[in-house]
T-cell receptor
Framework: EAEVAQSPRYKITEKSQAVAFWCDPI?????LYWYRQILGQGPELLVQ????????DSQLPKDRFSAERLKGVDSTLKIQPAELGDSAMYLC???????????FGQGTRLTVV | GESVGLHLPTLSVQEGDNSIINCAYS??????FIWYKQESGKGPQFIID?????DKRQGQRVTVLLNKTVKHLSLQIAATQPGDSAVYFC??????????FGQGTELSVKP
């Protein structure tokens, strides 16, 4: 069964350091999403790609977060510098174009110390 | 602003009983709703969806009910099993826009 792949599963980093997460969506899924989930809360959208283009990054803290999907397939989310409040689960999801049903990966659990 | 919230943060049921998880949404323009199940340490898993032109949809052991008059969504799980223990989220979207998730309800199934 096709899955959204994310790595790493867990990451511990010191504040002010840079950290990056990687996502490989389901093959053929042109739409890719990055969500942040704080413990006990629902996921919140950070950025949405359609192929290689950003279609929604209104909730992305652009002073420290960046996301790219250069070839319209896999994607990287970067935080620099990391802050204590960035500790959360970072989830990647993908869907076919025009289909809101998104399939999620296992997520990357980030702890900033 | 838009918000999607759940009435009960935790729900405990006996194995074999039916479970009902509720959700309230505030954006009357939302036209698509999804229920997700999230097990500990995993990403959300799609359960069932419903469009605003429907008031009921059934899947395998699950039923989603939509009441647009009071902006209320519910997920019914028949014959709840220990494997159903997880956090359940409702999510909404408007005309294919981004999904907005609620807080989540933790379902605990007692053997």
């Amino acid at each position: 069964e096709a899955e959204v792949a994310q790595s790493p599963r867990y990451k511990i980093t010191e504040k002010s350091q840079a950290v990056a997460f990687w996502c490989d969506p389901i093959s053929g899924h042109a739409t890719l999403y990055w969500y942040r989930q704080i413990l006990g809360q629902g996921p919140e959208l950070l950025v949405q790609f359609q192929d290689e283009s950003v279609v929604d990054d209104s909730q992305l803290p652009k002073d420290r977060f960046s996301a790219e999907r250069l070839k319209g397939v896999d994607s990287t989310l970067k935080i620099q510098p990391a802050e204590l409040g960035d500790s959360a689960m970072y989830l990647c999801a993908s869907s076919t174009t025009g289909n809101t049903e998104a399939f999620f990966g296992q997520g990357t659990r980030l702890t900033v110390v | 602003g838009e918000s999607v919230g759940l009435h009960l943060p935790t729900l405990s049921v006996q194995e074999g009983d039916n479970s009902i998880i509720n959700c309230a949404y505030s954006n009357s323009a939302s036209d698509y709703f999804i229920w997700y199940k999230q097990e500990s340490g995993k990403g959300p898993q799609f359960i069932i969806d419903i469009r605003s032109n429907m008031d009921k949809r059934q899947g395998q052991r699950v039923t989603v009910l939509l009441n647009k008059t009071v902006k209320h969504l519910s997920l019914q799980i028949a014959a709840t099993q220990p494997g159903d223990s997880a956090v359940y989220f409702c999510a909404e979207s408007n005309q294919g826009g981004k999904l907005i998730f609620g807080q989540g309800t933790e379902l605990s199934v007692k053997p």
